[in-house]
Nanobody, 126 residues
């Protein structure tokens, strides 16, 4: 049974940082595409970032590029999303998703991923 478990969410002030983790079990995250999405109530889920397998090439939503960074630790079967200079508009529940490599090639907001975590909430507020 495949499970993705996110952690690291919380509440910080604008300008602060958080590091989200996504740990997989039953599935090797480095074997395929891993992406982060976020969603706020009443809004569509949107893609935030993605990490290709093998090359570890990354891609980001324009609004987070330069502030967010994806990385991985294969020994821990974990992918990270380092989020710096957080802003109130970053407030959302963040989801980790994984799937075959080609799923990194779709549009940023394409959420037709094979595996999903249950999400971790992030609140940016002063």
């Amino acid at each position: 049974q495949v499970q993705l478990v996110e952690s690291g969410g919380g509440s910080v002030q604008p300008g602060g940082s958080l590091r989200l983790s996504c740990t997989g079990s039953g599935y090797t995250l480095s074997s395929g595409c891993v992406r982060w999405f976020r969603q706020t109530p009443g809004k569509e889920r949107e893609g935030v970032a993605g990490l290709w397998p093998h090359t570890d090439s990354t891609f980001y939503r324009d609004s987070v590029r330069g502030r967010f960074t994806m990385s991985r630790d294969n020994a821990l079967n974990t992918v990270y999303l380092q989020m710096n200079r957080l802003q109130p508009e970053d407030t959302a529940t963040y989801y980790c998703a994984a799937g075959p490599s080609y799923q990194c090639g779709g549009s940023l907001d394409d959420d037709n991923m094979k595996y999903w975590g249950s999400g971790t909430p992030v609140t940016i507020s002063s």
